[in-house]
């Protein structure tokens, strides 16, 4: 009989991310389907504090799997700590964050038990008995509905945004478990992370985004919407063509070819809503579109629109913002 759901905790430093949480609130949401439980495993060579930290969350365990060779990531010995901790637990199913560390390590630890990794899901839901996971294809032009053959243990991986981290409920009574695994050999001597610019942002973890596209005209006016992202304390983002164009760095693209974001609030300013621009921003919470285009495909996800001159509504927008905040 297998056990409820394990959510792999990603973490950086003991820190966990953004989208491990999120991994936890597609957990919660699939077993209260099910009526299955959820636990979380944490690897790491002193994680102890990110363990504790995890337990706040309504999960019934939360499995320290500890090893010195744990303390830097290596596929090797990410496998081998994951593969000892799910013949453990025996769950029903696995859920992973779709980030590139477990694109690297996951689909051997799947294949470990003879299993194919549904990846990159939107969501997962029970019907009529059988478990069913979304993906996006085609740069999110479709969505495929694959319905996993029941087996334990099911291995899937979620799209960074597609839960929001304040869907996770929290508990505060998890059991903390501590188990030493065996690593194997370890094939691999890790570097320091790669930084592609020393200023680089992680977009992934605003509450507030303001997100500049074509309408904006030239990188002067750029000004406009720092002035509204600032009011509002939050981080200026772009479109593709932005970013090819040298006006912001690419560590501020967002879409997919860029970076998926899930924020509180996203203000698309001159962004008409290209599908590859969607596919990354259209699971914020609050979506506010200003485009002189009322036909724009942005006002179909907006929460909230304006069609008119954005060099006319930011300004306005940004005083009464201000106004508000007594700033």
């Known amino acids: 009989m297998s056990n409820g759901l394990l959510v792999f905790i990603e973490h950086k430093g003991g820190v966990a991310n953004r989208s491990s949480i999120e991994a936890i609130a597609a957990a919660q949401a699939l077993g209260s389907q099910l009526q299955q439980s959820v636990s979380a495993v944490v690897l790491g060579a002193d994680v102890a504090g990110l363990a504790q930290e995890i337990a706040a969350y309504d999960v019934a365990k939360v499995i320290c799997a500890t090893n010195p060779k744990l303390a ?3 596929p090797d010995a990410y496998a081998d700590g994951m593969q000892q901790i799910v013949k453990q637990v ?37 019907d009529g008995g059988k478990i069913g996971f979304t993906r996006r294809i085609f740069l999110g032009k479709l969505d495929a509905d694959i319905v996993s053959d029941g087996e334990a243990p099911v291995f899937a991986t979620f799209q960074t945004g597609a839960y929001r981290p304040d869907q996770a409920a929290k508990g505060g009574s998890a059991q903390v478990e501590n188990v030493a695994v065996e690593i194997g050999d370890v094939r691999m001597k890790p570097e320091p992370p790669f930084q592609q610019a020393k200023q680089a942002v992680d977009l992934t973890k605003a509450e507030v985004i303001v997100a500049v596209g074509r309408g904006i005209k030239s990188k002067d006016n750029l ?6 992202a600032e009011v509002l304390g939050g981080d200026l983002a772009a479109s593709r063509p932005i ?61 909230f629109g304006i ?21």
């Open 243 to 303: 970013c090819d164009a040298e006006w912001l760095p690419i560590d501020r693209q967002i879409g997919s070819s860029g970076q998926t974001v899930a924020p509180k609030l996203y203000i698309g300013l001159g962004i008409s809503g290209a599908i590859q621009h969607l596919v990354g921003m259209k699971n914020s919470g609050t979506i506010v579109a200003i485009n002189k285009d009322p036909e724009a495909p942005i006002f179909d996800i907006a929460d």
């Open 90 to 126: 025996d769950p029903s199913f696995v859920f992973l964050t779709h980030t590139y560390q477990v694109r690297d390590f996951a689909p051997k630890l799947a294949a470990r038990f003879g299993k194919s990794l549904i990846s990159d899901c939107i969501r997962a839901k029970a």
């Open 223 to 228: 000004a406009l919407a720092e002035k509204l």
């Open 307 to 327: 069609a008119g001159d954005l060099f006319e509504a930011v300004p306005v927008l940004t005083e009464e913002i201000k106004k508000i905040k007594g700033i």
């Open 72 to 74: 830097d990531y290596t």
